[in-house]
């Protein structure tokens, strides 16, 4: 190809001959070929109507949220989930739970919906934006619907906001794009509401008023005064989403890690990043829901400065050979402008790249190789058309294959990290750390506590692992190394009162009364309203043979938590421990209010009319107490035979 022989819009220059007539072109046919792509992109994506929920964000946004049973418009508009802030993805997925509850095909059925409404939209995004181009469009359009790197997307409930925010923001395109057709400001108006519900549902949009800038020069619309007076509204909105998602980033320390690396360090993440998603575009192989960041103590070494050595020589060279086509210079501007905060130069969480980053990005590269499909071959030095057809032929079983084939990864957590360990095995803290979650969940104790173990291995500073090593140690009856657990945890957070109630209730199964009752008193300390501190010190309290504190402490769970589906056995430890008391009118009548409570078909109902019998007998009420000794007796409860003879029953 000789770059000095293309005009500005990519088109080789020659002389204008005249056209013969020709017959009026059929029209429609491009709606054939979008058909075909959204035929494919759906069959590829079966497996994923299939998945269920994973305990990788999909517990934060739906199956442990207490919004989705109790949704109200102020709790979806001001509360922040898992480091975010968008209102109208949580709106989507109270809507899904309120359609189907938790079953999960729904919700895989509207990301997969939402991801057919945006294939079509790229296809008549770049349909427009090329001028009519058949083959940019399909190509772009095609590949966008079923390229591998887009699973993570489609198939992940949590990434919700990826295709819910990729399909207004293409629709602002669109109507942007409108508006440059017809200068009527209805489009313009159009293109900001677009804008501002894509921000809505995921704050990557907030880069949509650079997209348009380069649509402008793309274009080539002048950039006057009045092309940046129109944008002064998207800036208004990205500055203002913005600064909400900093908040929300902060409240949960997703910037924390950004402090671990320094700036150049930072840089050379981004330029690994770059590289590997610009080759993963065309070798979409060892794919991965996580890949991690280097160890904080590691030297950097090649894998990371070659790249930044790659950039460093295809950026200019790119420019400079390219610099006339102005297609291929909109693309890759496309493509960093919608990336280039998502490149760990301004680092949050801990991995170094996803493969949901290139959800919208990939648009740019595919638009700038799928161009050449529509230029005439003839008078070039290097045959750049017949390659990129050559590469997008050999591309499109792998992506099918490889879309099939990823898509049932997101089945469950089992099928979800064990993938990301096989990729990437005793390196993610947070794959052992999430199965082990899964498996202590399921049942499967050993299993469980091997993978805590690795956890801790990787990272020993991590409260939440020991933790849960310990409820799976407490689990399975091996106390003192549970209670050990809980000392660890307790080392890293002295005031996680989840850690320290356990650790109290490990004491107390070990018969420390005393150190288990000064855990609970720390917990109730820390939190007045946990319920679970009052109730086990209570139990510690009677155990002591301090029935008054162990009355206060039932009265007090009782209080802070009146709708307690448990509170039937508060009432009943509560009686029982007044009658220690020998305060038989108080006992019974706490007693009544525990049978009152119980749910139907308990089976404690029987022990609380037993124990209502003996405070009605010592109150002499003997027809009262033959009647509830009768009641245990036919709900299965043993009645000692000697009590029925001294009430005459």
């Known amino acids: 190809m000789d770059a000095h022989s293309e005009r500005g819009d990519g088109l080789t220059q020659r002389k204008p001959k005249p056209k013969p007539k020709q017959a009026p072109k059929r029209t429609g046919g491009h709606l054939l070929w979008l058909g075909a792509i959204l035929i494919l992109t759906f069959v590829a994506y079966l497996p994923s109507l299939s998945n269920g929920f994973i305990n990788w964000d999909d517990n934060w946004y739906v199956t442990e949220n207490a919004l989705m049973t109790n949704p109200t418009l102020h709790g979806i508009l001001t509360t922040n989930y898992a480091g975010n802030y968008h209102p109208l993805t949580m709106a989507s997925l109270v809507l899904n739970y309120k359609l189907s509850g938790m079953n999960a095909g729904s919700y895989h059925w509207l990301n997969l919906l939402l991801h057919l409404a945006n294939t079509a939209f790229v296809f008549f995004f770049i349909r427009k934006l090329s001028g009519g181009r058949l083959w940019t469009s399909v190509a772009t359009a095609l590949f966008f619907g079923i390229h591998p790197m887009h699973v993570e997307s489609v198939a992940w409930i949590s990434e919700r906001k990826d295709v819910l925010y990729a399909f207004f923001y293409l629709i602002g395109l669109i109507t942007y794009l409108c508006y440059l057709e017809t200068r009527r400001w209805s489009w313009l108006v159009g293109a900001w509401l677009a804008f501002v519900l894509s921000c809505a549902s995921k704050p990557a949009a907030v880069v949509f008023p650079l997209t348009l800038l380069a649509i402008d020069w793309f274009r080539r619309r002048p950039w006057r005064t009045g092309v940046w007076l129109e944008k002064i509204p998207f800036f208004a909105v990205s500055v203002v989403t913005g600064l909400l998602t900093i908040k929300a980033q902060v409240t949960v320390g997703a910037t924390v890690a950004s402090g671990i ?69 909109f693309g890759i501007a496309f493509f960093f402008i919608n990336i280039a905060l998502v490149l760990q130069v301004f680092t949050v969480g801990a991995a170094l790249m996803a493969d949901r980053y290139t959800y919208l990005p990939y648009v740019g590269l595919l638009f700038a190789l799928a161009w050449w499909l529509d230029e005439p071959a003839s008078g070039a030095r290097v045959p750049v058309k017949p390659i990129v057809a050559g590469i997008f032929l050999l591309l499109l079983p792998v992506s099918l294959v490889q879309t099939w084939n990823r898509s049932p990864i997101w089945r469950d957590p089992e099928t979800f990290w064990n ?11 947070d794959a052992y750390y999430n199965r082990g979650n899964h498996y202590m969940r399921t049942g499967r104790l050993p299993q469980s506590l091997a993978d805590f173990d690795q956890a801790i291995a990787l990272n020993p500073g991590v409260q939440r692992i020991w933790y849960n090593r310990g409820l799976v140690l407490a689990e399975m009856n091996q106390n003192d190394s549970a209670l050990v657990s809980f000392d660890h945890s307790l080392r890293i957070d002295p005031k996680n009162a989840d850690a320290r109630n356990n650790r109290g209730a490990m004491k107390y199964r070990m018969g420390n009364l005393a150190g288990a009752a000064a855990d609970f008193t720390r917990v109730i300390e820390l939190n007045p309203r946990y319920r679970d501190a009052y109730s086990n010190r209570a139990f510690a309290y009677y155990d002591m043979k301090e029935y008054e504190k162990a009355v206060a402490d039932r009265k007090m769970a009782i209080q802070v938590a009146p709708g307690n589906p448990a509170n039937d056995e508060e009432y009943f430890w509560l009686g029982v421990s007044l009658q220690r008391l020998n305060r038989q009118r108080e006992a019974a009548d706490a007693l009544t209010e525990a049978i009152r409570v119980a749910r139907a078909g308990s089976t404690r109902l029987g022990r609380y009319y037993l124990s209502r019998a003996y405070s009605r007998e010592a109150l002499h009420d003997r027809a009262g107490a033959i009647q509830d000794a009768h009641e245990a007796q036919r709900l299965g409860e043993k009645v000692d035979p000697a009590f029925l003879r001294a009430i005459g029953g």
């Open 261 to 329: 690396w320094n700036l150049p360090q930072r840089a050379l993440f981004a330029c690994y990043g770059t590289v590997m998603y610009v080759v993963k575009l065309f070798l979409p192989f060892h794919l991965s829901a996580v890949y991690p960041l280097p160890s904080a103590t590691a030297q950097l070494g090649a894998r990371f400065y070659v790249p930044a050595g790659i950039l460093a020589v295809a950026i200019p060279a790119i420019l400079y050979l390219f610099r006339r086509v102005r297609p291929v210079i």
């Open 419 to 429: 993938d990301t360990i096989q990729k990437y095995p005793r390196q993610i803290v």
